[in-house]
């Protein structure tokens, strides 16, 4: 079984081919510059060369292609979108327009001969397939599955922070497991257009399955051999943007929290996983602060053992927290990734014990 696994950050877009009949740790792997920041810079080189710029294809992640659309019109250069294109900056179309770009209906989009067209998409198997042929290597895969942090679809005038959290938090009411965070294609909720796009990008008759970044991370920090020994876990992922805690008896979420990691330093996170370990993080201190927000769903009494992901570990220099660095088959960087491929054998009892075999031999 080959699952092509892709967990899209701010910063990098990391990819595993997994492959049961191998072992994890020689299955091929890259990690790659975030499409979103390909994107941005594609719209700073017609920045820099006086173009206007077209941007067509789907609905993404912003973040640095949104400052780089920002700094384009700023320097007075026409900018023009497609309506599924430009929900990549702002759910209301009018906030994309006073930004200086010009929406442009299905029916409005022709020739634009002196523009750089520029694609917009989070999932680009063209070019992933490209890079697995020049090195060799095997590109033929039985599924896909995506991580991507989805805002949701958000009402006009409702914060997207706000809206993004009361959808995580309805899901986590109605489960409370981590596998609720992953979606087959066919399920995905109307509000995950992020997701749904991502899934529209897959040309290719197999399997997708989509999660949230975070709760990715989470399950494939419970791989790490120091980690699995432990239970309960309260288990960060510090990524280039956001940063993200569950608090977890095996796999049911007892806590969580979602903060932006600009916004952290070693003291703030020491103060919200020491809380989030007690259950009296409150929603509004983290919304407050600028972050998503918190929930506890049930109380501990055991002290969780602590353990920390992700690029942005940088951010916990000068903690008190006693914390391990989670390292899931020898590869920080994939770990949201490992916990695609487990959350597949999550959600396809057929594929179950073959995807946790090949897991499970590493450790």
């Not at 002196?114 to 895969?141: H, N, P, W, Y």
């Amino acid at each position: 079984m080959r699952i092509l696994a892709v967990d899209v950050g701010t910063g990098t877009q990391d990819i595993l081919l997994f492959d049961s009949s191998s072992l994890v740790e020689n299955c091929v792997k890259m990690v790659m510059p975030s499409p979103t920041r390909l994107v941005a810079e594609c719209i700073a080189a017609a920045t820099r060369q006086g173009r206007p710029i077209l941007l067509e294809g789907v609905t993404m992640g912003g973040g640095p292609s949104k400052k780089a659309l920002s700094r384009h019109t700023a320097a007075g250069l026409a900018a023009y979108a497609t309506e599924e294109a430009a929900l990549t900056f702002h759910d209301d179309l009018e906030v994309v327009k006073s930004m200086g770009v010009t929406v442009l209906s299905r029916d409005e989009v022709g020739p634009h001969d002196k523009c750089e067209v520029i694609r917009l998409a989070d999932l680009d198997l063209t070019a992933i397939m490209g890079a697995l042929q020049s090195f060799g290597a095997d590109s033929r895969f039985d599924a896909v599955a995506v991580a991507v942090l989805d805002h949701g679809f958000a009402p006009k005038g409702v914060s997207n922070r706000l809206f993004r959290f009361q959808c995580l938090q309805q899901l986590m009411e109605k489960n409370s497991s981590l596998s609720a965070f992953a979606h087959l294609a066919a399920e995905l909720p109307d509000q995950l257009t992020r997701m749904k796009a991502v899934a529209k990008s897959v040309n290719a008759d197999v399997p997708v399955l989509l999660m949230d970044t975070g709760a990715a991370a989470a399950l494939g920090a419970l791989q790490d051999p120091a980690v699995s020994r432990h239970n309960p876990v309260l288990a960060i992922n510090m990524g280039n943007s956001h940063a993200v805690a569950f608090h977890l008896d095996g796999l049911q979420i007892k806590g969580f929290f979602e903060h932006h990691t600009n916004l952290l330093d070693a003291k703030k996170v020491d103060d919200l996983a020491e809380k989030l370990a007690r259950g009296v993080l409150a929603h509004e201190e983290v919304f407050e602060g600028g972050g998503h927000g918190a929930i506890v769903i049930s109380p501990s009494d055991s002290q969780p053992f602590l353990a920390v992901t992700g690029p942005r570990r940088d951010v916990l220099s000068g903690t008190s927290l006693r914390f391990h660095a989670a390292v899931p088959h020898g590869d920080t960087m994939l770990t949201g990734c490992y916990g695609l491929v487990k959350a597949f054998g999550l959600r396809m009892e057929s594929w179950r014990e073959e995807i946790d075999g090949a897991l499970a031999a590493d450790f």
